[in-house]
Structures are given as structure tokens and as C-alpha cells.
């Protein structure tokens, strides 16, 4: 069974302190991994797809990168307005349609 | 462009009672989705559609149905709405790309729309 597990749950930074998000993932093959961003009250804004190991992409203080078992998304310098759910989900080989969503990692970050 | 948009924001239902849920998307995008959204759930895909006038099960499609006469819209109804159908319902939709080996294919990021929040007492 295809597996997607966030860690932490919940993260409270200080602003300008940096951290990372993980999304570790079993599957049988993957095809992609998103990270979406989900700020309460309104649907998950897509950040990012990475389709292979190695590969990273940067959008303002917002860096994901992939391995074969597990992405990370860093925060660098974090401002109060980055807080917001964050979301990983898979999309598997063989299955062309279907997100496996992780339950999230909640991030607050405090001025 | 409005992107995904769904009605109604907010719904209280009774036990037993019916509605539908209006998806539409302006992106004219082949693929079109159903989740729910509950605390330390997750989303979870309910149905989905590839394409005007299809639809499949998702996760957990029991005791909804869905249909897509349009391609620009997609409905999710409840036919006798539970307590356990309280939760919040998201639609999204996704382009559908032709793939390295030729075959449609949708490798591109789903668009989601703003929600619905449905209770049922």
C-alpha cells in the first residue's frame, strides 16, 4: 500500500529561523511528489513537483528537494506570513490520476 | 479566469437529506477530482473523472455519486447524507499531458478550488 508520513506535525519557528519539512513516502513507483501550501479556511495552493532524485526546485524562501525515499522542504529565513499547512502527496506509476496525500505539517511562525 | 470554483461555501444538512455539490473549473482541464478533508485524515480522493461524461471511484466513494455531463463541470451528490459525511469537501482539476511514451497522461499538479464546508446533524 502506498504510504505518504510528514514529520514533524507541527513546527513553531522564530522568524528568520530556518528549518526543514520531511515527507517520507513508500511506494511502488513514483511518478511525482507535490508540496502544496493550505492556509485555513481555502483549498491546498500547489508550491512545487519534483519528478526524479536530485532534483530541487526554489520558489522565494521555499526549497524542495527529493530523494528516493523522502523529500525535504526547507525554509529559509522564515517570515510570519509563511505559516500555513503544508502538504506532500505522491502520484504513483501505474495509477495516472490518483494523489496520495500526507497528513500535513502545520508550521506557525511567530514575529 | 476564476480557476476551480465550487458552490455552495457552507451547508448544514439533516440526516437522510440530499444535496449536490457544483464544481467548475475555466482551465479546460480533462481531469477533474473529489476529496474530503478531515482532521488527522488527510485528503482523501472520493471520485474522479478523466473526461466529459466519465467518472470512477477514489478512496472512498461510498455513499456519494458524481457526474460530469460537462466538461467544465463536475458534481458530487449525497443521496441520504450521514453525520460521517461532515467534513470538508475540496474540488480539483488537472491538465492532462501527453507523455515521453505517448499516452495521455497527467503528470501536472491539480488545481483546487476553495471548498465546501458541510455539516449534517
Known amino acids: 500500500e502506498d504510504q505518504v508520513t510528514q514529520s514533524p506535525e507541527a513546527l513553531r519557528l522564530q522568524e528568520g529561523e530556518s528549518s526543514s519539512l520531511n515527507c517520507s513516502y513508500t511506494?511502488?513507483?513514483?511518478?511525482?511528489l507535490f508540496w502544496y501550501r493550505q492556509d485555513p479556511g481555502k483549498g491546498p495552493e500547489f508550491l512545487f513537483t519534483?519528478?526524479?532524485a536530485g532534483e530541487e526546485k526554489e520558489k522565494e524562501r521555499l526549497k524542495a528537494t527529493l530523494t528516493k525515499k523522502e523529500s525535504f522542504l526547507h525554509i529559509t529565513a522564515p517570515k510570519p506570513e509563511d505559516s500555513a499547512t503544508y502538504l506532500c502527496a505522491v502520484q504513483v506509476t501505474g495509477s495516472n490520476y490518483k494523489l496520495t496525500f500526507g497528513k500535513g505539517t502545520l508550521l506557525t511562525v511567530n514575529p | 479566469n476564476a480557476g476551480v470554483t465550487q458552490t455552495p461555501k457552507f451547508r448544514v444538512l439533516k440526516t437522510g437529506q440530499s444535496m449536490t455539490l457544483l464544481c467548475a473549473q475555466d482551465?479546460?482541464?480533462?481531469?477533474m477530482y473529489w476529496y474530503r478533508q478531515d482532521p488527522g485524515m488527510g485528503l482523501r480522493l472520493i471520485h474522479y473523472s478523466v473526461g466529459e461524461g466519465t467518472t470512477a471511484k477514489g478512496e472512498v466513494p461510498d455513499g456519494y455519486n458524481v457526474s460530469r455531463l460537462k466538461k467544465q463541470n463536475f458534481l458530487l451528490g449525497l443521496e441520504s447524507a450521514a453525520p460521517s459525511q461532515t467534513s470538508v469537501y475540496f474540488c480539483?482539476?488537472?491538465?492532462?499531458?501527453?507523455?515521453?511514451?505517448?499516452?495521455?497522461?497527467?503528470?501536472?499538479?491539480?488545481?483546487f478550488g476553495p471548498g465546501t464546508r458541510l455539516t449534517v446533524l
Open positions: 511506494v511502488s513507483g513514483l511518478r511525482g
Open positions: 482551465m479546460n482541464h480533462e481531469y
Open positions: 480539483a482539476s488537472s491538465y492532462s499531458g501527453v507523455g515521453t511514451s505517448g499516452r495521455i497522461t497527467s503528470y501536472n499538479e491539480q488545481f
Open positions: 519534483l519528478y526524479s
